[in-house]
């Protein structure tokens, strides 16, 4: 069996290493606005920044579900009236959050790591779920609620410590911005692409041609995209059309899907905010540098790029600076 599908069928089976004792948690005192802290518009990728993109780029088998599951069972959590933070599978390299109040102000949960702060907004009454993408360490989780204009308000926060099952753990499972789990035909799709080869490599060889030769890059979408958009993977997979930030995710979850780790990455293509993918296979380990499959190595994978036909660019590793991974 392919050594990547075995690490990830076998989370299925590992034991949840979680640091219930090893938590520090409660609502803060807070040091300005009246007694609570306060979080100013942060700078983390919260999906507004593909709005600029425009100028820039131009009878099926069933599916074998091989994606490892994400659920909020409660073993860890901290809890308050508004909201709750469930750490329960950190060593599966994820947490998730709830908002249980009703509001109609933005909630934002800020995920702090031991190397990069991330910011996402969530909706009031869903599980979300946060990958823990800077590995083992120390991380903070709190989440805001907006009290005025760019200033929120924290309502609940955790920490914990992170001791990951493997290193794939964060990036094979669904999360909010790459959410397969709610995608059964982009699932389904993945696996007919992938069925004639065992082979990870060439599994994702299938899945890049098809994202790069199916989808067409929507300008309309780019020019009026709001902050907070997330793909819809199906979606993008029935209409086959999309702004980077769907490129990435789709290709992205569709691997995932499949047992191939992959990262879903934000950060900027020569001046422009950007999303794009790299991938990990047992033969090459993880692949970061240029967008080029010759049969035997990847490089750095960026769908929308050489969907454009962009190959110059997409070639040279030096155009691309990753900020964020997901």
Sequence with gaps: MNIIKSIAL???????????????????????????????????FDGSGIANEAGVLSIAPAAIDLYLDIDAPGTCEERSDLAVIDYSNT????????????TDRKIKTQ???????????????????????????????????NVEDKKYAMILTTSCTVELEDEFAPFIRPNQYVNYKDAPNTRTQAAVLCSGS?????????????????????????RTVQSGYLPDLDHVLETGRGICFDYAALMTGMLRSQGVPCK????????????????????????????????????????????????????DGDNYLPKYFY
């Design 91 to 102: 060593g599966k390299g994820y947490v998730m959050v709830q908002y249980t109040g009703e």
């Design 264 to 315: 879903l990455v934000v950060g900027y293509a020569g001046d422009a905010y950007h999303a794009w993918i790299s991938v990990w296979s047992d033969g090459t380990g993880w692949v970061d540098n240029v967008v080029y499959f010759d049969g035997n190595s990847w490089q750095r994978m960026d769908p929308t790029f050489a969907s454009a036909g962009a190959s110059d660019f997409v070639g």
């Design 10 to 44: 076998g989370c299925l089976c590992a034991v949840m290493l979680c640091a219930c004792g090893n938590t520090e948690s409660g609502t803060e005192k807070a040091k300005t606005n009246g007694g609570s802290a306060v979080l100013e518009s942060s700078g983390s």
């Design 198 to 222: 065992s082979d990870a490599m060439e599994q994702v060889r299938q899945v890049y041609q098809y994202v790069i030769e199916n989808l067409e890059y929507d300008y309309e979408l780019a």
């Design 111 to 145: 995920l702090e790591g031991p190397e990069t702060t991330y910011t996402y907004n969530i909706t009031p009454g869903e599980w979300n779920a946060f990958p823990l993408s800077d590995g083992n360490g120390e991380y903070r989780i709190t989440v805001f609620k």
